[in-house]
């Protein structure tokens, strides 16, 4: 059983940083590709950035410059850093991970990851 559970979520000002953290039991970490997601109230959740084994990531167009992802396999951690947050980055984070290996183009697909956490709060002020 595969388990995910996210921290470091938080309440900042606009311009402002948070650093979220995953942490992966139950499954070889390192075989996977893991990813970052995000759902703002009456949106639809959408792919924030994604890592897989080979060290590939992928970003949105909207967090590219300011958001960085990484894993640490040894600690079994996946992290995002987030810096210059706007008010526009306001939601639910959310950690997941697949099964298997998936094409680089397709890691901010949702749909392609079968295990996710519970999520943890991102508010930013203006």
């Known amino acids: 059983q595969v388990q995910l559970v996210e921290s470091g979520g938080g309440s900042v000002q606009a311009g402002g940083s948070l650093r979220l953290s995953c942490a992966q039991s139950g499954s070889t970490y390192s075989r996977y590709c893991m990813g970052w997601f995000r759902q703002a109230s009456g949106k639809e959740r959408e792919g924030v950035a994604a890592?897989?084994?080979?060290?590939?990531?992928r970003y949105a167009d909207s967090v590219k410059g300011r958001f960085t992802i990484s894993k640490d396999n040894a600690k079994n951690t996946l992290s995002l850093e987030m810096k210059s947050l706007q008010p526009e980055d306001t939601a639910i984070y959310y950690c997941?991970?697949?099964?298997?290996?998936?094409?680089?183009?397709?890691?901010?697909?949702?749909?392609?990851?079968?295990?996710w956490g519970q999520g943890t709060q991102v508010t930013v002020s203006s």
């Open positions: 997941a991970t697949t099964a298997g290996q998936i094409q680089s183009y397709l890691l901010l697909v949702s749909d392609l990851y079968n295990y």
């Open positions: 890592i897989c084994s080979d060290g590939g990531t």
